[in-house]
């Protein structure tokens, strides 16, 4: 079809993409206008397409990537808006192709753009979960981009050169994203509640602020979970508790934490919690019922008012930091250290030191307990500088 030099107006029509046979479609310096269809990319024999020099605006559809043979190519000289989709790179390749010639900037990749390329996913036919996962890095990135100093591009090829991102298992799956102090901010998007087979989670030292996604519920497979470091805030627990395979927890450094839940968490293997530096308004009593497993707790500048003695049915506990707390002094009593603590017969590192301030402004003193002297493998003790009332450890022997 040449119609060029015919003084046309108006819009292209889209039902010209129902001519299923036609090879050329030449339609330049004439005073076309609107947007081209995307039905064009319809045309599977087509082999020139030549607009050129007309007054056709909007953006160029990404449908005309789908031409499977061109030869010639010309869009020349009209008003389009916009960005080039990132599929239509693949017509730069035609010799008579003027895109490049266009001012107008590439569009960044979809997640289907980047997925679908060759060689990020291997086999992709064959492996669904690997490319489910491509697409829910790339939604997040999408997210975090103006942010981000991750390198997750087409350029770095397979999934697996992709910053923090470890592929392993048989069909091959996501199972660790460790990207600490990368650049991200803005919230945790709910994609990342698509990596079903992940182990290891560190989102540490980024300008996150979040209350937990949902979606994170989902990483059933989850061993250690790091989102220390960041601005968050609000409930913790109410997703936790969906995590059965988790170890390792540490969300120290962050605003103001609760967890008010009244379910406990599933994991019951639990072995290493950190709520360090991080306001957190105590912890419910299934919490310290529940997690006999647990080797080490950080509660230290966490503004708690007092040691609770439910500590003590953390039997396997190593090491417990209390330190640089402000308890109540109207309201605590004189055990600065609850007696349920001896039994705690693993710990080797306890410090229930206060914050210095209370101690200065209230001359505040306590007993320390003589029951601790049966914590025989103790190795580390701080009570900070302060008056202490009781008797002797008994049964000590370090």
């Known amino acids: 079809m040449r119609l060029a030099h015919n003084q046309l107006s108006?819009?292209?029509?889209?039902?010209?993409?129902?001519?299923?046979?036609?090879?050329?479609?030449?339609?330049?310096?004439?005073e076309l206008s609107g947007a081209i269809p995307a039905e064009l990319g319809n045309l599977s024999s087509l082999t020139t397409?030549?607009?050129?020099?007309?007054?056709?605006?909007?953006?160029?559809p990404?449908?005309?990537a789908n031409l499977s043979s061109p030869t010639r190519l010309g869009v020349g000289e009209n008003e389009f808006s916009g960005c080039l989709a990132y599929a239509l790179r693949s017509l730069q390749h035609i010799p008579t192709s003027d895109l490049g010639e266009l001012s107008l900037d590439w569009c960044p990749p979809s997640p289907e753009d980047t997925c679908h390329a060759d060689g990020v996913v291997p086999d992709r036919d064959n492996n669904a979960g690997l490319l489910a996962d491509c697409l829910a890095l790339a939604s997040?990135?999408?997210?975090?981009?103006?942010?981000?100093?991750?390198?997750?591009?087409?350029?770095?090829?397979?999934?697996a050169n992709w910053q923090g991102?470890?592929?392993?298992?048989?069909?091959?799956?996501?199972?660790?994203?460790?990207?600490?102090?990368?650049?991200?901010?803005?919230?945790?998007?709910?994609?990342?509640?698509?990596?079903?087979?992940?182990?290891?989670?560190?989102?540490?030292?980024?300008?996150?602020w979040w209350e937990v996604p949902g979606?994170?519920?989902?990483?059933?497979?989850?061993?250690?979970?790091?989102?220390?470091?960041?601005?968050?805030?609000?409930?913790?627990?109410?997703?936790?508790?969906?995590?059965?395979?988790?170890?390792?927890?540490?969300?120290?450094?962050?605003?103001?934490?609760?967890?008010?839940?009244?379910?406990?968490?599933?994991?019951?293997?639990?072995?290493?919690?950190?709520f360090g530096n991080t306001s957190i308004a105590g912890l419910p009593l299934?919490?310290?019922?529940?997690?006999?497993?647990?080797?080490?707790?950080?509660?230290?500048?966490?503004?708690?008012?007092?040691?609770?003695?439910?500590?003590?049915?953390?039997?396997?506990?190593?090491?417990?930091?209390?330190?640089?707390?402000?308890?109540?002094?109207n309201d605590i009593d004189s055990q600065l250290i609850p007696r349920e603590m001896e039994n705690l017969s693993n710990l080797r590192h306890l410090d229930p030191s206060l914050r210095e301030r209370v101690i200065v402004d209230t001359d505040y003193s306590g007993a320390l307990p003589g029951e601790l002297g049966n914590l025989a493998n103790l190795e580390f003790l701080n009570v900070g500088n302060r008056w202490l009332t009781?008797?002797?450890?008994?049964?000590?022997t370090n």
């Open 286 to 329: 299934w919490f310290y019922t529940n997690h006999g497993e647990l080797r080490y707790l950080n509660l230290s500048n966490s503004y708690w008012e007092s040691i609770p003695a439910a500590l003590g049915n953390l039997a396997n506990l190593e090491h417990l930091d209390f330190y640089n707390n402000s308890p109540n002094v």
């Open 62 to 64: 990404a449908e005309l």
């Open 215 to 274: 979606e994170m519920g989902n990483l059933t497979e989850l061993r250690d979970l790091d989102l220390s470091s960041n601005r968050s805030e609000g409930d913790v627990c109410g997703v936790l508790h969906n995590l059965p395979e988790l170890q390792t927890l540490d969300l120290g450094g962050n605003r103001c934490l609760v967890c008010t839940s009244s379910r406990p968490w599933a994991s019951t293997g639990l072995r290493h919690v950190d």
């Open 140 to 159: 997040m990135l999408s997210h975090w981009k103006a942010h981000s100093a991750l390198n997750w591009d087409l350029d770095q090829g397979h999934i």
């Open 165 to 208: 991102v470890t592929v392993g298992g048989s069909p091959q799956r996501v199972t660790s994203l460790v990207v600490p102090r990368s650049g991200l901010s803005r919230t945790i998007p709910p994609e990342i509640g698509e990596l079903s087979d992940l182990r290891h989670l560190d989102l540490s030292g980024n300008g996150l």
């Open 10 to 30: 108006g819009s292209i029509p889209a039902e010209i993409g129902g001519l299923s046979r036609l090879d050329k479609l030449v339609v330049a310096n004439n």
């Open 49 to 60: 397409l030549n607009l050129w020099n007309n007054q056709l605006s909007g953006e160029i």
């Open 390 to 396: 009781g008797h002797s450890l008994r049964n000590s």
